[in-house]
């Protein structure tokens, strides 16, 4: 029994849409498949949701159909691999070869390295997988034509309905998916369907752009063929190497007919219910019955925050944030793949996923009380352990080294910077204690330990002994990716000393837990780490110069705050760094996870107010949209790791964290916190 009326909580924040909101459009979906719509509850206008394309000219759109599954490759990979971009750099371990963006210098592979470094950068990359939308007499609706727009996401149920007058005449549009299925449900009534109203499904290639997922210039490089089923039909998707299928299910009395190579046209009589699914099939009442009870059962359980009663002004918005921030992880980040930082919305660096990233996009699931939801994406890293392994071992490291952007493959990148991060090899550890501490069940800790053992394999032989302790790098690029132009030198980033120290001593701790006997390298290394830079009484982020500079992350504030307590870190210290930062930091050069990493150190320091102030910054990049979405630029125009990250830093300031009081990143005053399900951090 809860003691928060949650579908009041959740009922509150329903998202309700009177005009066109061009950064804003609404989703539904279940993880693994997400469709987004506009004003009409379909991609009928996908010109007016635009998003910045930094390849060029053409604009991508924020209303694609996406999926985990679904990525393509362009032909011409053959014989490229990635010693075509090696690069040699000394490190403590003599040279090592990293995939970089300057040129293969090896000589091992006859691809010239600009095509290996494009090609490889490129593919795969995740597909728009279809497109559907209103169309009158076979023709376009102009947005003129579209007026009393009346549409509204009920978050309880996972179902939007969309009002409004089409040239004078009321429509109504249902949409709906399924949480278990890769299918859109969709009904439309009007009295238009008998006179010119229809649903256009067209179906794009696959594109290398930065931000566009389709392309529609290309008809003869791809086939969709059509076979009738019933009153429905089923299309083969053929692109290159790719196939799928799409299942378009009907009502009685509606008519599907193909009008052109890679378009159907689906019509009806006042009233037309349809599903179209990817690979999978549902009928309309099915699809919407099992997402009224889904969502229903997704709030009723695992954690729930409740702020109404407070004082500050500001916490009906954070309320608000933290809702959305449910529904929009759940659609985007639940899935059996990290997720790219854009999620299932619309493509960022080419739909690939970062995992550095990983932890901020779904380590709130469990401190939510639903590690379920974070055990989809955390058994990925299994399939790609040989490909780490042997970068580990070409490294001259053991274990597995976990790469930064990657497809579903893990294949790394060719990039100066991705490569030399190393900020994403303890979130394995991190990730799966959460898990361990949300479940306690020994047979979590069989299922992730091979993935827990290998991460601190190779961080302990990552390090290096020198003359000041165990050093991380060179070479490297810390979390605060401002130093990749020296990333040949760069050594001990004050926030990945700290998280070695904490990941290797958990690593430690998950062997006693299964009996198994300690390994002494892990602990020999996490005791003898080098000290954590400090200047002018603050602690740097690197620890040779230029040793602090004050844009993108303020990423050695982490090393007390995502990290738990470690004995590198001297809580005074940082406390000295966090005020430095609070007062000098260029904050229109940070990002959105920053907020609330910087929240949950100023949480861990007892610094309440602080907390709150950078947790509701009121900056650009702390945008968050009437969606929920956390909007950064016209080329990253939702940001995924924003709303995860404010969900874990409000884990941490309610439910608190070991030995702490309740509510313990709140302040006494203003603040009026309800709270059940979470887990405290560690």
């Given at each position: 029994?809860?003691?928060?009326?949650?579908?009041?909580?959740?009922?509150?924040?329903?998202?309700?849409?009177?005009?066109?909101?061009?950064?804003?459009?609404?989703?539904?979906?279940?993880?693994?498949?997400?469709?987004?719509?506009?004003?009409?509850?379909?991609?009928?206008?996908?010109?007016?949701?635009?998003?910045?394309?930094?390849?060029?000219?053409?604009?991508?759109?924020?209303?694609?159909?996406?999926?985990?599954?679904?990525?393509?490759?362009?032909?011409?990979?053959?014989?490229?691999?990635?010693?075509?971009?090696?690069?040699?750099?000394?490190?403590?371990?003599?040279?090592?070869?990293?995939?970089?963006?300057?040129?293969?210098?090896?000589?091992?592979?006859?691809?010239?390295?600009?095509?290996?470094?494009?090609?490889?950068?490129?593919?795969?990359?995740?597909?728009?997988?279809?497109?559907?939308?209103?169309?009158?007499?076979?023709?376009?609706?102009?947005?003129?034509?579209?007026?009393?727009?009346?549409?509204?996401?009920?978050?309880?149920?996972?179902?939007?309905?969309?009002?409004?007058?089409?040239?004078?005449?009321?429509?109504?549009?249902?949409?709906?998916?399924?949480?278990?299925?890769?299918?859109?449900?969709?009904?439309?009534?009007?009295?238009?369907?008998?006179?010119?109203?229809?649903?256009?499904?067209?179906?794009?290639?696959?594109?290398?752009?930065?931000?566009?997922?389709?392309?529609?210039?290309?008809?003869?490089?791809?086939?969709?063929?059509?076979?009738?089923?019933?009153?429905?039909?089923?299309?083969?998707?053929?692109?290159?190497?790719?196939?799928?299928?799409?299942?378009?299910?009907?009502?009685?009395?509606?008519?599907?007919?193909?009008?052109?190579?890679?378009?159907?046209?689906?019509?009806?009589?006042d009233l037309l219910e349809m599903t179209v699914g990817f690979g999978a099939t549902a009928g309309f009442e099915e699809c919407v019955r099992a997402s009224v009870e889904a969502w229903a059962a997704f709030w009723e359980s695992g954690g729930a925050v409740e702020l109404s009663g407070s004082t500050d002004p500001r916490a009906a918005e954070l309320e608000r944030r933290i809702v959305l921030s449910q529904y929009l992880t759940r659609i985007?980040?639940?899935?059996?793949?990290?997720?790219?930082?854009?999620?299932?919305?619309?493509?960022?660096?080419?739909?690939?996923?970062?995992?550095?990233?990983?932890?901020?996009?779904?380590?709130?699931?469990?401190?939510?009380?639903?590690?379920?939801?974070?055990?989809?994406?955390?058994?990925?890293?299994?399939?790609?352990?040989?490909?780490?392994?042997?970068?580990?071992?070409?490294?001259?490291?053991?274990?597995?080294?976990?790469?930064?952007?990657?497809?579903?493959?893990?294949?790394?990148?060719?990039?100066?910077?991705?490569?030399?991060?190393?900020?994403?090899?303890?979130?394995?550890?991190?990730?799966?204690?959460?898990?361990?501490?949300?479940?306690?069940?020994?047979?979590?800790?069989?299922?992730?330990?091979?993935?827990?053992?290998?991460?601190?394999?190779?961080?302990?032989?990552?390090?290096?002994?020198?003359?000041?302790?165990?050093?991380?790098?060179?070479?490297?690029?810390?979390?605060?990716?401002?130093?990749?132009?020296?990333?040949?030198?760069?050594?001990?980033?004050?926030?990945?000393?700290?998280?070695?120290?904490?990941?290797?001593?958990?690593?430690?701790?998950?062997?006693?837990?299964?009996?198994?006997?300690?390994?002494?390298?892990?602990?020999?290394?996490?005791?003898?780490?080098?000290?954590?830079?400090?200047?002018?009484?603050?602690?740097?982020?690197?620890?040779?110069?230029?040793?602090?500079?004050?844009?993108?992350?303020?990423?050695?504030?982490?090393?007390?705050?995502?990290?738990?307590?470690?004995?590198?870190?001297?809580?005074?210290?940082?406390?000295?760094?966090?005020?430095?930062?609070?007062?000098?930091?260029?904050?229109?050069?940070?990002?959105?996870?920053?907020?609330?990493?910087?929240?949950?150190?100023?949480?861990?320091?007892?610094?309440?107010?602080?907390?709150?102030?950078?947790?509701?910054?009121?900056?650009?990049?702390?945008?968050?949209?009437?969606?929920?979405?956390?909007?950064?630029?016209?080329?990253?125009?939702?940001?995924?790791?924003?709303?995860?990250?404010?969900?874990?830093?409000?884990?941490?300031?309610?439910?608190?964290?070991?030995?702490?009081?309740?509510?313990?990143?709140?302040?006494?005053?203003?603040?009026?916190?309800?709270?059940?399900?979470?887990?405290?951090?560690?």
């Amino acid at each position: 029994m809860t003691s928060i009326d949650r579908r009041e909580l959740v009922g509150r924040h329903a998202v309700e849409v009177t005009r066109f909101e061009p950064a804003s459009p609404l989703s539904v979906g279940n993880g693994e498949f997400c469709c987004t719509v506009d004003v009409t509850g379909l991609q009928t206008f996908p010109d007016l949701y635009p998003v910045e394309n930094r390849d060029g000219p053409e604009p991508g759109t924020l209303l694609a159909t996406m999926s985990q599954w679904g990525w393509h490759s362009m032909p011409g990979g053959e014989g490229l691999d990635l010693a075509d971009t090696y690069r040699w750099y000394d490190t403590p371990r003599g040279p090592v070869p990293y995939v970089d963006m300057r040129g293969a210098v090896t000589g091992t592979g006859d691809a010239p390295a600009s095509l290996a470094e494009s090609w490889l950068r490129n593919n795969p990359h995740r597909l728009d997988l279809g497109r559907i939308g209103l169309v009158l007499d076979g023709q376009p609706v102009a947005p003129g034509d579209v007026t009393e727009v009346r549409q509204r996401l009920d978050l309880w149920t996972g179902v939007i309905e969309s009002r409004f007058l089409l040239r004078g005449t009321p429509v109504r549009v249902t949409t709906a998916c399924h949480p278990d299925r890769d299918v859109l449900a969709v009904r439309v009534v009007s009295a238009l369907l008998g006179s010119g109203l229809a649903v256009r499904i067209a179906f794009p290639y696959g594109s290398q752009s930065w931000s566009v997922a389709a392309d529609w210039a290309r008809p003869d490089a791809h086939s969709s063929t059509l076979y009738p089923i019933g009153l429905g039909c089923r299309v083969d998707r053929v692109l290159d190497d790719t196939r799928y299928t799409v299942d378009v299910a009907l009502s009685a009395g509606g008519s599907v007919r193909q009008t052109g190579p890679h378009e159907l046209l689906v019509s009806g009589q006042d009233l037309l219910e349809m599903t179209v699914g990817f690979g999978a099939t549902a009928g309309f009442e099915e699809c919407v019955r099992a997402s009224v009870e889904a969502w229903a059962a997704f709030w009723e359980s695992g954690g729930a925050v409740e702020l109404s009663g407070s004082t500050d002004p500001r916490a009906a918005e954070l309320e608000r944030r933290i809702v959305l921030s449910q529904y929009l992880t759940r659609i985007h980040c639940a899935g059996s793949l990290p997720p790219q930082e854009t999620g299932l919305m619309v493509n960022s660096w080419r739909g690939r996923f970062h995992l550095e990233m990983h932890w901020w996009h779904a380590a709130h699931f469990a401190l939510w009380g639903r590690p379920e939801l974070l055990e989809r994406s955390l058994g990925w890293y299994t399939s790609v352990l040989p490909g780490a392994r042997a970068t580990a071992q070409r490294q001259g490291c053991a274990g597995a080294r976990w790469p930064k952007q990657v497809g579903p493959d893990g294949r790394e990148s060719p990039s100066p910077i991705g490569p030399f991060l190393i900020w994403q090899q303890p979130h394995p550890i991190h990730l799966a204690e959460l898990v361990h501490r949300a479940t306690g069940t020994r047979e979590m800790l069989e299922r992730y330990a091979e993935i827990v053992f290998e991460s601190a394999a190779f961080m302990a032989t990552y390090a290096a002994k020198g003359e000041h302790g165990y050093q991380l790098g060179p070479p490297l690029v810390p979390a605060q990716e401002s130093y990749s132009e020296i990333r040949a030198t760069a050594t001990n980033p004050t926030f990945e000393l700290a998280y070695w120290a904490w990941g290797l001593r958990v690593a430690q701790e998950w062997r006693v837990r299964l009996g198994l006997p300690p390994e002494p390298l892990w602990t020999e290394v996490a005791d003898h780490l080098a000290r954590p830079h400090v200047r002018d009484g603050v602690y740097t982020a690197i620890d040779v110069p230029p040793y602090t500079l004050v844009d993108d992350h303020p990423s050695m504030l982490y090393a007390l705050g995502v990290v738990p307590p470690t004995e590198l870190i001297d809580p005074d210290v940082m406390r000295a760094t966090l005020r430095s930062v609070m007062s000098t930091w260029d904050w229109p050069s940070t990002w959105g996870w920053d907020y609330p990493a910087i929240a949950m150190t100023a949480a861990r320091l007892g610094e309440t107010e602080t907390a709150l102030d950078a947790l509701l910054m009121p900056v650009a990049k702390n945008t968050h949209l009437p969606n929920g979405h956390n909007r950064q630029t016209p080329s990253l125009p939702i940001y995924l790791p924003g709303n995860g990250g404010l969900l874990a830093a409000v884990a941490l300031m309610a439910a608190g964290w070991d030995g702490a009081r309740q509510t313990p990143g709140f302040p006494a005053e203003g603040w009026r916190v309800r709270h059940e399900g979470l887990h405290p951090s560690p």
